[in-house]
């Protein structure tokens, strides 16, 4: 549960007890508590497979104080010790699903690990040059550790998974993260190779940001920007007026992917880059709520025969468009749009939300019973 | 059908429309009512809209999130996958056109007031039921998928019977002719087609020309 979640009793209707309650002492509820961790980790480190299971069960008090030292522990020392299933007669289905959950969050520890021994690698220069993929999750380390990787590997790599993002815990705990974005931009050089890059963008990003940060691959094939709530990609800068102005023309990109939820500036941050690459064929933007009659995009702030609205502008000009997801605005103005003779002439396959409810769908019985072929 | 947009673009080939579920019982209610309503068949504004995507072959609804797989999914699977939607064809010589729509959807029917709420299900046959907010009744579906077939000459229905003794000599029956757009016929189809056409069985339903159920003598033979 995250902060502000709402509680079990709060979902269906019922208030709770707000009564105060004198709490006994944590120690004296759990008397795990107690035991320094060493100790604890030292009498952990005997117990069987199945003994682990059955006690990791038993406490979630003793969980949370044997997470962060043993299982970690185990996972890092034994990796294949734990990839066997507990065979131990006691171990209940309910623990062995706790095993296998800790299991797979210290999966992603030791990735980590092996993501701070990259890091720590950035010493030896030479071992980088090889490298071809970056794979980073970038809130879990320092802006200057991620632009040392990304230094190193700049003119070589041709694929960079990007992840910046912040999981909602992550943010109620600690606040928004300090814009690693605009950081990387001024210190990150070009990739000249890069051909595909993968971005989930963080609070605190601003769509220029991201504008720039792309701007640093020009051979780009296949792009991906992922924002994943309202937080992301608030405009810290006044939005310019014709952001692809600074952009280098993407001529070999031919896939891109926008998942954004609502935001004034996304328009221009898709509009921009659609406009620098003449050769797209498959575009998703996804659940980009642009509200089409207001913030300027309708058709009388933007004035008679300007077309619909930016975006659409831009994508009615691609000449190879084959593939397009629409889930982002209602389809009547995208019938709207098409109706201008020679606009989506290659465009085979389209993705829409109809707003149909599924349940209906009976109205596609196109003809009378007499036609009717019951079975399938 | 006449409520589905369909988009007038000359190499549009797949349409998806992603749906949901409903969120209120009215709009199921709203929708059960129009079951087999006289409107739903293939009428000319469908007829016009298919014409306007000369290559479009199919429309799914869907609501999968996993687009790729909603798209590469193939129309033999479609009632395992919980995927709906029609398949069109076109047949044409000269002027003259025989459109062929299958469209796979389920009946419903309204049940008893249903003990608890539950959505959800793939389509393949499931009961649901969705609480009334608004008058506090309940309604419940049970849903049936069929394949249904509809054909339309110039413009005009084909009734099941008649299509039936079209194809009666040729080598596969008319709901298993070759799918896809702008193909071609046997003359003797054509010809009998043609026939049926001349005979003026046609009766008007909704203002509208239409055929009737007994529309089609039983073996038409070419003269």
């Known amino acids: 549960m995250y902060i502000g979640e709402p509680t079990h009793q709060?979902?269906?209707?019922?208030?709770?007890?707000?009564?105060?309650?004198?709490?006994?002492?944590?120690t004296a509820r759990q008397p795990f508590l107690a035991i320094p961790p060493n100790v604890l980790m030292q009498i952990m480190s005997e117990l069987s497979q199945g003994d682990l299971a059955t006690f990791a069960s038993l406490s979630s008090s003793l969980n949370a104080l044997v997470e962060p030292i043993l299982w970690k522990h185990l996972w890092l020392q034994h990796p294949a010790s734990l990839e066997a299933q507990p065979v131990d007669d006691r171990s209940s289905s309910a623990a062995i699903t706790t095993i296998q959950r800790r299991r797979a969050r210290y999966r992603q520890a030791a990735k980590e690990r092996v993501?701070?021994?990259?890091?720590?690698?950035?010493?030896?220069p030479s071992r980088w040059k090889h490298v071809r993929t970056v794979n980073v999750i970038a809130y879990r380390f320092s802006t200057h550790h991620i632009a040392s990787i990304l230094h190193l590997v700049h003119d070589n790599i041709t694929t960079l998974y990007l992840h910046c993002a912040q999981s909602s815990i992550e943010y109620a705990r600690w606040g928004p993260h300090d814009g690693i974005l605009s950081k990387l931009g001024d210190m990150v050089e070009p990739f000249p190779l890069l051909d595909h890059l993968d971005l989930v963008v963080c609070h605190n990003s601003s769509y220029d940001q991201v504008l720039r940060f792309v701007g640093l691959a020009p051979h780009l094939e296949r792009l991906r920007v992922v924002a994943?709530?309202?937080?992301?990609?608030?405009?810290?800068?006044?939005?310019?007026?014709?952001?692809?102005?600074g952009l280098p023309a993407f001529q070999r990109l031919h896939t891109i992917t926008f998942d954004f939820p609502d935001d004034d500036g996304l328009p221009d941050l898709c509009t921009a880059i659609i406009m620098k690459a003449p050769h797209l064929r498959m575009v998703t933007m996804r659940d980009i709520w642009a509200d089409l009659e207001e913030g300027g995009w309708s058709d009388e702030e933007r004035g008679e025969g300007e077309g619909q609205f930016a975006?659409?502008?831009?994508?009615?000009?691609l000449g190879e468009l084959e593939f397009l997801d629409w889930r982002c605005g209602s389809f009547q103005a995208f019938q709207r749009a098409i109706q201008q003779e020679g606009v989506f002439a290659s465009l085979k396959t389209i993705v829409v939300d109809g707003n149909i409810i599924d349940e209906s769908i009976e109205r596609l019985e196109v003809s009378r019973p007499v036609h009717a072929e019951w079975g399938v | 059908m006449q409520a589905i947009a369909i988009p007038a673009l000359p190499a549009l080939e797949t349409l998806l429309y992603r749906t949901r579920h409903p969120t209120r019982a009215c709009e199921l209610q709203a929708d059960t009512i129009n079951d087999y309503s006289p409107t739903s068949f293939l009428d000319p504004a469908t007829l016009r809209q298919l014409a306007a995507a000369p290559r479009l072959a199919t429309i799914r609804f869907s609501r999968d999130d996993d687009v790729d797989l909603t798209l590469s999914t193939s129309v033999s699977k479609w009632s395992v996958t919980g995927i709906r939607g029609a398949v069109v064809?076109?047949?044409?010589?000269?002027?003259?056109?025989?459109?062929?729509?299958?469209?796979?959807?389920?009946?419903?029917?309204?049940?008893?007031t249903a003990p608890r709420q539950e959505f959800g299900g793939?389509?393949?046959?499931?009961?649901?039921?969705?609480?009334?907010?608004?008058?506090?009744?309940?309604?419940?579906?049970?849903e049936v998928l069929r394949w249904e077939h509809s054909t339309s000459?110039?413009?005009?229905?084909?009734?099941?019977?008649?299509?039936?003794?079209?194809?009666?000599?040729?080598?596969?029956?008319?709901?298993?002719m070759p799918e896809g757009r702008g193909l071609q016929l046997s003359d003797r189809v054509w010809l009998c087609l043609a026939i049926w056409q001349d005979s003026g069985k046609q009766v008007a339903i909704g203002g509208r020309s239409h055929v009737g159920r007994g529309g089609g003598p039983a073996g038409i033979r070419p003269p």
């Open chain 1, 10 to 26: 709060y979902h269906r209707g019922i208030m709770p007890d707000t009564t105060f309650k004198v709490m006994p002492p944590a």
């Open chain 1, 115 to 124: 993501l701070q021994i990259m890091q720590a690698g950035c010493r030896k």
């Open chain 1, 228 to 245: 994943r709530d309202e937080l992301s990609l608030i405009t810290l800068n006044h939005p310019l007026d014709e952001p692809w102005l």
């Open chain 1, 311 to 317: 975006y659409f502008d831009a994508l009615s000009n």
């Open chain 2, 89 to 112: 064809s076109t047949y044409s010589r000269g002027t003259d056109q025989l459109v062929h729509v299958r469209t796979l959807t389920r009946s419903r029917s309204r049940l008893q």
């Open chain 2, 122 to 142: 793939n389509g393949t046959g499931q009961s649901h039921s969705i609480p009334d907010l608004e008058d506090g009744v309940e309604y419940s579906a049970h």
């Open chain 2, 153 to 176: 000459y110039n413009g005009v229905i084909v009734p099941a019977q008649v299509m039936d003794s079209t194809f009666e000599e040729e080598d596969s029956g008319w709901r298993h």
